[in-house]
C-alpha cells in the first residue's frame, strides 16, 4: 500500500517530512478532526497535500488568500496533481466547467475562497461533490479572537454538515490559546479530535529592535553588515517603491512588490528575487504568502505591524533552512507610538460613517433600496473615495465593518491573468472567416496554447504582441472580436477590489453593527496593539520570551539571542567608562567621523548602547553629531 512517505517523494521529491507533518497527515488518514498549529515555514500545506492524493473523491481547501491559491494550483499541476480554484471573480462558465472536473473524478484538491460558501446555489452545487476532506486554512480567521476574523468562515460548519464522514483539517501559523480553543468550537470538531502544535521558538532566528531617527540611513547600515537576501516590510504602496529606489540608489540591489502590480510584473518580480537576481524584496503585506525562499537571511520591519501574530508571520520567512538570520524591526518610539494607537481610530470609524457610506456604495452601484441580493460588483477604491470625497483607509476599514456585519463581502483585490478557452466546435472553426490580423492573433493562439478547446488556458498579450509585431492594443481588440463572433470566451486579465451583497438594500438608519464585531472587536486590537507596543518598546524582557509567551507557551526560557540579551550581556562585561573612552578613541582614529552604528561595529559592541553613550557624550560636548548623523571629536 502506498504511504505518506512514497507520495512525498513520487511528486515533492523529499524523503521525509518535517516535524509534525507526518503526525497530523497520520491524524487526517485515520479520520479525525484535526487542529494543525505549524509557524510560518513550517510546511502546513503538504499536510493536506499528501493525503489530497491518498484519499478517494476530492479534498476541499477553503482559503481567503487568492493569489496563494492560485500560485499553489500552478505548482501543483507543475508536479502532476490535478488542482483547481474557486473564487467569485471567476465567470459562471469556469465555475461550472470546474465543478464537472470534480464530480467526474478528475481532480484532487479544489481551493476554494470563504464568499463562495455564502451563495445558496453554490452551496447546492458543492454538495454533489464527493469531497473526503475538507481543509481550513489561515483557520484563526472563523474567530472572533482573532486578528483577522471573516463572517464568511462561519458557513465552514454548514460545508461539513453536507459531508459527515469527511474529516476537518485546520491550519494557521499563528493562534493564541483562546483562538485555538474557538477554532475548534466553531468548526463543531468531534470526539477524537488531535491538536499538533509545533513550537513557536525559532532558535536560528534572532530578534532585533533597532531604535533610530533616521529609518533609511539605518536600513541601508544593517543590509550592508548582514550578508544575502531579505525582506523589508512597510504598510503603503508608495513607501514601498521609495525605499527600494532609495536601496538601490546606495547600491543595494532591490525592488518593491505590491498588490498593485500587475500579475506579470509580480511574477518577474518574485522571480527575480527567488533566483537571487534581486537581493532585497521591498513589500507591503502582499508579498510572502506561500514564497517558500529557504535562505531569507533577514527580515525587516520598518513600519510596525498591528500585532504579534502578522509580525511573527512575516518575520518568520527568515531562515527556515535553519540557518543563523535575523529579524530586525526598526522603530522611532514617540512616532510609532502614536502610529500603533492611530490604527486603533482608522480601523473602527464612527457608525454613522459607516451606514453613509453604506448608502454612497449601493448608489454607486447603482443597487435601488431592497435591491441587490447577492450581486456581484466591482469597486474601484480610488474613483469611489475620490467621487464621495472620503479617506481610504477609513473607507476600507467601513467595508471590512460592514463585511463583519453581514450586509457585504468585501474582498480588497484579486488580481487575475488573462484567460480563454475556444467554444467554437472544431468543424465550425472550418468555415470561419476573420480578417488577416485577426487570423494571425487566433493561429499564434492556436499553435502555442494547446489545451484551450478543453478548459481556460492563462494567455499573456504582451507576449502575442511582441511574437506578432503588434500592438497590445490591437491583441486585444482582436481577442474581444473573437469573443463576439463566438470563437472563444475570453476573459481579460483585471487587478480590482470587488464587493459581493450578501443581503437586499436596507435603508441606511437600518444598518446595525453587532457589538461582537464592533465593540469587542475594538476592545481585541487594542489589547494586540498593546502586546506589539510591549515587544517593541519594552527593552527589560528577552524579545522571543514575550513572543512565546503571548502564543501561550509559558515555560520558554530567555532566548540569549535577541538584542535585549545580548545587552544584558554585554552591560555585566564591558566598564562603562572603559566603553566611552573606546568610543572617543574610535573617533580620534576616523577624523572624518563615523556614525554611531558604525563605532557600534568598529569595536564589537552592542549598537543601542553606544547609541546612548553618543547622545550622553554629545550632551557632554565631548563630540558633535552632524544633521545626516555622522558622529566626531569635539575640537
Not at 294 to 304: G, L, M, Q
Not at 365 to 385: D, P, S, T, V
Not at 506 to 535: L, T
Request: charged share 25%; hydrophobic share 40%.
Amino acid at each position: 500500500m502506498t504511504s505518506p512517505v512514497d507520495i512525498l517523494g513520487k511528486y515533492w521529491g523529499y524523503d521525509s517530512f518535517r516535524p509534525m507533518q507526518a503526525e497530523i497527515i497520520d491524524s487526517v488518514l485515520k479520520g479525525h478532526d484535526t487542529l494543525g498549529l505549524l509557524a510560518t515555514g513550517g510546511g502546513k500545506s503538504l499536510t493536506f497535500q499528501v493525503p489530497a492524493m491518498m484519499l478517494d473523491g476530492v479534498t476541499v481547501v477553503v482559503t481567503p488568500l487568492v493569489s496563494l491559491m492560485k500560485d499553489q494550483v500552478d505548482n501543483l499541476r507543475e508536479r502532476g496533481v490535478d488542482a483547481y480554484f474557486l473564487h467569485a471573480a471567476l465567470t459562471r462558465r469556469e465555475t461550472a466547467l470546474i465543478l464537472d472536473k470534480c464530480r467526474l473524478g478528475y481532480a484532487r484538491i479544489l481551493y476554494l475562497s470563504p464568499e463562495k460558501l455564502q451563495s445558496p446555489r453554490f452551496a447546492a452545487e458543492i454538495s454533489q461533490l464527493p469531497v473526503s476532506l475538507i481543509v481550513v486554512d489561515e483557520a484563526h480567521c472563523i474567530s472572533q479572537w482573532g486578528y483577522d476574523f471573516r463572517p464568511s468562515y462561519l458557513k465552514i460548519a454548514e460545508l461539513r454538515g453536507k459531508f459527515p464522514q469527511a474529516p476537518v483539517l485546520a491550519l494557521t501559523a499563528s493562534a493564541t490559546p483562546e483562538v485555538a480553543r474557538d477554532i475548534c468550537e466553531r468548526l463543531e470538531f468531534r470526539k477524537g479530535a488531535q491538536t499538533f502544535r509545533l513550537t513557536f521558538n525559532r532558535q536560528n532566528l534572532s530578534y532585533v529592535v533597532r531604535n533610530c531617527e533616521n529609518k533609511d540611513a539605518e536600513l541601508v547600515h544593517i543590509l550592508r553588515r548582514v550578508e544575502g537576501c531579505g525582506v523589508v516590510y512597510v504598510r503603503s504602496r508608495k513607501r514601498s517603491a521609495l525605499i527600494a529606489e532609495m536601496l538601490s540608489n546606495s547600491g543595494i540591489s532591490a525592488e518593491f512588490y505590491h498588490a498593485g502590480l500587475s500579475p506579470e510584473e509580480k511574477n518577474a518580480r518574485q522571480n527575480r528575487w527567488k533566483t537571487d537576481v534581486t537581493r532585497i524584496m521591498v513589500a507591503t503585506t502582499a508579498f510572502g504568502m506561500g514564497i517558500d525562499k529557504p535562505d531569507v537571511r533577514i527580515v525587516v520591519h520598518v513600519d510596525p505591524p498591528s500585532s504579534l501574530e502578522e509580525y511573527y508571520q512575516e518575520a518568520g520567512r527568515a531562515g527556515r533552512d535553519g540557518k543563523p538570520s535575523y529579524a530586525v524591526a526598526l522603530v522611532n518610539g514617540s512616532v510609532d507610538k502614536a502610529t500603533l494607537s492611530r490604527r486603533l481610530t482608522a480601523a473602527f470609524p464612527p457608525k454613522d460613517y459607516m451606514r453613509s457610506l453604506y448608502g454612497k456604495l449601493c448608489v454607486s452601484m447603482n443597487i435601488a433600496m431592497g435591491e441587490g441580493y447577492q450581486r456581484l460588483c466591482e469597486i474601484n477604491l480610488e474613483k469611489f473615495c475620490g467621487a464621495w470625497s472620503l479617506q481610504p483607509q477609513a473607507a476600507v476599514s467601513a467595508l471590512k465593518l460592514l463585511s463583519q456585519s453581514g450586509y457585504i463581502e468585501y474582498v480588497e483585490e484579486v488580481s487575475t491573468r488573462s484567460r480563454l478557452m475556444v467554444i467554437m466546435t472544431r468543424n465550425e472553426l472550418y468555415d470561419l472567416r476573420l480578417n488577416p490580423e485577426c487570423e494571425r492573433v487566433f493561429q499564434f493562439i492556436l499553435r502555442n496554447y494547446t489545451g484551450i478547446f478543453a478548459d481556460y488556458e492563462h494567455i499573456s498579450e504582451s507576449l502575442i504582441a511582441s511574437s506578432l509585431d503588434l500592438t497590445e492594443r490591437t491583441v486585444y481588440e482582436n481577442l474581444l472580436l473573437l469573443g463576439r463572433l463566438g470563437v472563444i470566451h475570453y476573459v481579460p486579465r483585471s487587478s480590482t477590489p470587488y464587493v459581493m451583497f450578501l443581503q437586499s438594500r436596507q435603508p441606511d438608519g437600518d444598518i446595525r453593527f453587532p457589538q461582537n464585531v464592533y465593540e469587542f472587536r475594538k476592545i481585541q486590537m487594542k489589547k494586540r496593539i498593546d502586546a506589539m507596543r510591549r515587544f517593541l518598546f519594552d527593552d527589560s524582557r528577552c524579545r522571543s520570551l514575550s513572543l512565546l509567551e503571548y502564543f501561550g507557551e509559558e515555560d520558554a526560557g530567555s532566548c540569549g539571542r535577541c538584542d535585549v540579551c545580548r545587552s544584558s550581556r554585554n552591560r555585566s562585561r564591558v566598564d562603562p567608562q572603559k566603553l566611552r573612552d573606546a568610543v572617543c578613541g574610535a573617533l580620534a582614529s576616523h577624523p572624518h567621523g563615523l556614525a554611531a552604528g558604525d563605532i557600534a561595529a568598529f569595536l564589537g559592541a552592542n549598537p543601542e548602547r553606544i547609541t546612548g553613550i553618543v547622545r550622553s557624550l554629545a550632551d557632554e560636548n565631548r563630540i558633535i553629531i552632524s544633521s545626516e548623523g555622522i558622529c566626531s571629536l569635539a575640537v
